[in-house]
């Protein structure tokens, strides 16, 4: 069974820096992308960032280029989400999931599983 925990949310004020953990098991980092999706008060849920190993590749929102950093850890079945020179839009509940390879990687069509969110607030 797919399953995902995702970990590290906290309150952070701007400018500072967080980093999510997503524990996987059920699959390799080989079958599925992992996913970070975030939702905001009051909006969508956006896909942030994604990681695949084959082909070996990430992908990043415009809204977080330079900023988030997206990396595995093969021996723990690990993913994480790096979150520096946080903003506080960048505020919301984040989630990771397991996704297929490409770049329509957040649609939700391509979702194979979702984890639990984590908080991330983020103060002026």
């Known amino acids: 069974e797919v399953q995902l925990q995702a970990s590290g949310g906290g309150l952070v004020q701007a400018g500072g820096s967080l980093r999510l953990a997503c524990a996987a098991s059920g699959f390799t980092f080989d079958e599925y992308a992992i996913g970070w999706f975030r939702q905001a008060p009051g909006k969508e849920r956006e896909g942030v960032s994604c990681?695949?190993?084959?082909?070996?590749?990430?992908y990043y929102a415009d809204s977080v280029k330079g900023r988030f950093t997206i990396s595995t850890d093969n021996a723990k079945n690990t993913a994480y989400l790096r979150m520096n020179s946080l903003k506080p839009e960048d505020t919301a509940v984040y989630y990771c999931?397991?996704?297929?390879?490409?770049?329509?990687?957040?649609?939700?069509?391509?979702?194979?599983?979702w984890g639990q969110g984590t908080l991330v607030t983020v103060s002026s």
């Open positions: 999931a397991a996704v297929l390879v490409g770049s329509s990687w957040y649609l939700n069509a391509n979702v194979v599983s």
């Open positions: 990681i695949s190993s084959r082909p070996a590749r990430t």
